[in-house]
């Protein structure tokens, strides 16, 4: 599976959105709903699922689908 | 001081027997056990191996997915008897101000489901793994503040937490808030949800609970010889208090007032009740002199009842204390025999149970009453339920550390 797509269902799962909201451009808190506790449980989901360690100083830039999948892309190539 | 009237004007619950009041009640005079073997964990290795669950329970019915996860057990269980009883009142379809609607809890544990799931992340895990819902899932007072979120009710809102007796502190606190003023409308009560491996665990190293895994119905016998044990139960029920005149100006049905509520502490042991039961006996003469009634006034006592060995010999040593003579021809019972203990629930199931028997003229039984005990020698109303007038019902309620509470109820009448 590739990032995209895995990060794609983390994101289904944990904010029980549905799948054709989450592109790449949409951002979790104002576009999918999120509040500061869903995502800072959907950090500890990625780190969880993609067994690495996000510090906190990176975890607050990510505040979309597509920070997500750059960064997690870059930290797992 | 010339008090405010207080009435009672919804009625919300759910629990072993039912997801609602009236199927409850139905219930609750049959004379139906709601307990039996535990199923929601392995009971292997604890010595008492039986409940009062809720079964075919799934949030999704009652909650937005999203909702669900963020949601104890014990919260969900507030929220859904809160709406009934939000909806039996009518309250929405009035208006009313929401800075003078509150909402007041009792809750004896709060969300242990969720300490104990969290407790093993970080064990196996390391603390990275807490879920940043855990401490608003867990805390006890997360129920209170989700009810006054769902229907934006802006005034007073907390929740009382006194053992097995948070229920009937929650409503003596909601009727003083609305006596003084504080407020006009209060949605009270109780919620619990401890049948957890934890919680379970913790009752049986205390040797609190019933051990009579063979035969579950049998095994909650409130005041009968062979009694052993409490039974946990789980559930929540919750009632709208209104200010009488702000019912009436919205012609809403009234199931009864409230008039008293005593107080006391036993000051004698952090779980055993003193055995004069002179504790209770201050607190059921509080009660009495705040509603302005004589002893032999009282209709119906619904018990604490736990059918542990102490409760149930010293609660009636303090019956006696208070009625003398009278206390032989009182009605006694207990919703306990059926629903278990529901802890911080369990005053607030006993007030919708008086407030039915005044509306119906008929009192629920105390089941599984078989073998006489000669220090419970009192009317516990044994198995069947009874035709009985009832003006006034008191509902005692009493918790682990010595906190009594009495709640007295009155038929309406303008």
Same mark, same amino acid.
């Given at each position: ?11 289904? !799962?944990?904010? +029980? ?56 892309? /870059?930290?797992?190539? | ?18 997801? !609602? ?11 139906? /056990? ?36 963020? @949601? ?21 379809? +009035? +208006? ?28 196996? &895990? ?25 229907? &934006? ?12 007796? +948070? ?22 009560? $109780? ?6 491996? @934890? ?60 008039? &008293? ?19 209770? /006996? ?19 006592? /619904? ?20 009625? $003398? ?7 006694? !019972? ?5 629903? $278990? ?26 089941? !599984? ?32 550390? $010595? ?12």
């Amino acid at each position: 599976m590739d990032i995209f797509s895995k990060v794609k269902e983390i994101i289904v !799962n944990e904010l +029980s959105v549905d799948e054709g909201e989450v592109t790449l451009e949409a951002r979790f808190i104002e576009d999918l709903g999120a509040d500061s506790l869903d995502t800072a449980e959907l950090i500890m989901k990625f780190e969880e699922d993609f067994d690495l360690s996000i510090p906190d100083d990176e975890a607050e830039k990510l505040r979309s689908v597509g920070d997500a999948v750059n960064y997690l892309t /870059s930290r797992l190539n | 001081m010339n008090k405010r009237r207080i009435v009672i004007t919804g009625l919300g619950a759910i629990n072993a027997l039912a997801k !609602n009041v009236d199927e409850t009640w139905e219930k609750l005079l049959q004379g139906e /056990s709601g307990i039996s073997h535990i199923t929601k964990f392995d009971t292997t290795d604890l010595t008492s191996k039986i409940a009062a669950e809720i079964k075919d329970y799934d949030p999704v019915d009652y909650f937005d997915r999203k909702l669900v996860k963020k @949601l104890d057990l014990y919260t969900q269980y507030a929220c859904i008897a809160g709406k009934e009883a939000m909806e039996d009142s009518m309250i929405l379809k +009035s +208006s009313f101000d929401p800075t003078r609607f509150g909402v007041i809890l009792g809750a004896g544990i709060g969300g242990i489901m969720t300490f104990e799931e969290e407790a093993n992340k970080m064990f196996k &895990g390391g603390p990275r793994r807490i879920s940043p819902f855990f401490i608003p899932k867990m805390i006890s007072n997360i129920a209170a503040a989700q009810l006054s979120i769902d229907y &934006g009710l802006k005034g007073v809102n907390y929740t009382t937490v006194t053992a097995c007796a +948070s229920a009937n502190h929650a409503m003596g606190s909601a009727l003083r808030a609305i006596q003084y003023g504080d407020a006009d409308i209060i949605l009270t009560g $109780g919620c619990e949800a401890a049948v957890t491996p @934890l919680a379970v665990g913790g009752f049986c190293a205390m040797r609190a609970l019933s051990v009579r895994n063979d035969d579950p119905q049998k095994a909650c016998r409130p005041f009968d010889k062979e009694r052993d044990g409490f039974i946990m139960g789980e559930g929540a029920a919750l009632l709208v208090f209104e200010e009488l005149g702000h019912a009436l100006k919205r012609n809403a049905k009234i199931y009864g007032e409230v008039v &008293g509520f005593g107080m006391s502490s036993d000051a004698h042991h952090i779980t055993a009740p003193v055995e004069t039961g002179e504790g209770t /006996s201050q607190a059921m003469e509080a009660a009495l002199k705040d509603a302005g009634i004589k002893p032999e006034q009282v209709d119906l006592v /619904s018990a604490h009842g736990t059918s542990t060995p102490l409760n149930d010999k010293t609660e009636t040593a303090a019956i006696k204390n208070t009625f $003398g003579e009278y206390a032989y021809k009182l009605k006694i !019972n207990s919703t306990k025999s059926m629903l $278990g203990h529901t802890l911080g629930a369990a005053a607030g199931i006993e007030a919708i149970a008086c407030l039915k028997a005044m509306a119906t003229g008929k009192v629920h039984p105390t089941i !599984n009453y078989e073998f006489p005990d000669p220090d419970c020698d009192l009317n516990y109303v044994p198995n069947k339920a009874i035709e009985h007038d009832v003006e006034y019902a008191i509902s005692n309620s009493l918790g682990f550390g $010595g906190h009594n509470s009495v709640l007295v109820l009155k038929r309406y009448e303008q």
